[in-house]
């Protein structure tokens, strides 16, 4: 199984952006996807997380600013990411299990300049 990600980049505070997320496997059946990130010296954090189901929870830090959606379809999880503050700066991870194992993406920078 393959994670791709993609969106990350340079923007300024207040900006946006938005990742992506593909799988090379079918996430029709995946109950939780999530997107993490992690700063140098920190633990990975989770950032939002969405199920089957379409119900999604957020880290209060983004609650308002962050949204995450998917599409089966496409084998794809979105984070769109608004009013982007300099501390949203981390390198961002989307997770999906497949059966017993957690499979990561292999992370994209997000740098918020201010």
């Known amino acids: 199984v393959q994670l791709v990600e993609s969106g990350g980049g340079l923007v300024q505070a207040g900006g946006s952006l938005r990742l992506s997320c593909t799988a090379s496997?079918?996430?029709?059946?995946?109950?939780?996807m999530g997107w993490y990130r992690q700063v140098p010296g920190k633990q990975r954090e989770l950032v939002a997380g969405i199920t089957s189901g379409g119900i999604t929870n957020y880290a209060d830090s983004v609650k308002g600013r962050f949204t995450i959606s998917r599409d089966n379809t496409k084998a794809t999880v979105y984070l769109q990411m608004n009013s982007l503050k300099p501390e949203d700066t981390a390198v961002y991870y989307c997770?999906?299990?497949?059966?017993?194992?957690?499979?990561w993406g292999q992370g994209t920078q997000v740098t918020v300049s201010s």
């Open positions: 997770k999906v299990p497949f059966g017993i194992t957690d499979y």
């Open positions: 496997r079918s996430t029709f059946i995946i109950n939780f």
